[in-house]
C-alpha cells in the first residue's frame, strides 16, 4: 500500500534524532523529505529488496525482524520515534536489506530518498555524527536483545518488549493483539496470552481485544530482566536521549 504524502512545513519534527542536530542542518533535512503516514502492516523495507527511502520515525512503532525459514520473521530491535527505518545506509552498505521492517503501530515518519540521504551525510557533519552515534545504540540493542532472547524466559523477554514498546510509542497504550506479539517474539500465541494474563493478575497491564494498556510500569520494570536498562542507557549515554524527553525521563526511573 503506498504511503500517504502531504507536503512537509519545515518547522518542527519529533524525531529524537532530527532533533539532536543544529537548526541549519535540520532546515536542509527537512528540505530534502516529505512527511508520511505509516500505515499498520506496511512494509517499508523488504528483505533483499532495494531501498528507496530512509524513514525518520516521528510516531508509531516499526519493526525489524531476520528472516529464520522460508515464511518466518522473528523481530531483532523496535525503531519508533528514537530513531530512523534504513540503518545500513548510513554505513554506506548496499540498499537491499537483510532485514524487514514493517509499521505495527501506524503514525508518521519524514521520509528521504536514499541518494539524497547519502549526500547529506556527507555535507552535514553534526547529522553524520549523531547518526553514526545512533548506530551505536542499534548495535548495542541487536546484541543485548539476542543475549535475551537466548538466557531470558518469556516472561523477562515479554515485559522488555512492552517496555521497550512504551518508551518508543511515548504512550502506555499499545494496540497490538496477542497474535502479533507472538510473531514479534516467535513463540506461539498462547504462551503470550497466559503471560499477558499473569500480568493482568499483578495490575501491571490492562488487556482487551487490539490493545494492551500498561498500568503500572515500575511494576513492570521490578519483574523485568536487566537488558532493558542497560538498553536504554546505550541510548542516554549516547547523548540522543537528552533530546527526547518522554524516553529520558522513563529510563532515569529505572534507577
Excluded at 533483499?48 to 520515525?57: A, E, K, R, T
Aim: glycine share 8%.
Amino acid at each position: 500500500m503506498a504511503p500517504l504524502v502531504e507536503p512537509l512545513r519545515p518547522v518542527h519534527t519529533s524525531n529524537g534524532l532530527l532533533r539532536a542536530i543544529p537548526a541549519h542542518e535540520l532546515s536542509h533535512v527537512l528540505s530534502i523529505s516529505e512527511r508520511v503516514q505509516l500505515i499498520p502492516h506496511q512494509i517499508l523495507h523488504e528483505c533483499l529488496v532495494p531501498m528507496d527511502y530512509v524513514y525518520f520515525v516521528e510516531s508509531g512503532l516499526v519493526s525489524v525482524a531476520a528472516k529464520v525459514s522460508q515464511e518466518r520473521f522473528v523481530e531483532v530491535w523496535l525503531i519508533g520515534s528514537e530513531g530512523l527505518a534504513g540503518a545500513p545506509v548510513v554505513l554506506g552498505a548496499g540498499t537491499e536489506p537483510l532485514h524487514r521492517r514493517t509499521v505495527q503501530v501506524g503514525g508518521q515518519a519524514l521520509r528521504v530518498r536514499t541518494r539524497e540521504f547519502r549526500e547529506a551525510m556527507e555535507a552535514l557533519p553534526a547529522f553524520r555524527r549523531v547518526l553514526y552515534a545512533y548506530l551505536n545504540v542499534v548495535l548495542s540493542q541487536t546484541s543485548q536483545s539476542g543475549a535475551c532472547n537466548a538466557a531470558h524466559s518469556m516472561r523477562d523477554r515479554l515485559a522488555r518488549w512492552l517496555l521497550f514498546a512504551r518508551s518508543r510509542l511515548n504512550a502506555d497504550d499499545i494496540p497490538l493483539t496477542h497474535g502479533v506479539l507472538a510473531q514479534l517474539l516467535g513463540v506461539r500465541r498462547a504462551s503470550v496470552t497466559e503471560c499477558l494474563e499473569q500480568f493482568e493478575e499483578q495490575g501491571l497491564i490492562n488487556s482487551k481485544r487490539g490493545q494492551i494498556t500498561i498500568c503500572n510500569s515500575d511494576g513492570l520494570r521490578g519483574i523485568c530482566c536487566d537488558c532493558f536498562r542497560l538498553i536504554d542507557r546505550e541510548y542516554v549515554n549516547s547523548s540522543l536521549g537528552a533530546h527526547n524527553d518522554v524516553w529520558y525521563a522513563s529510563v532515569q526511573n529505572t534507577g
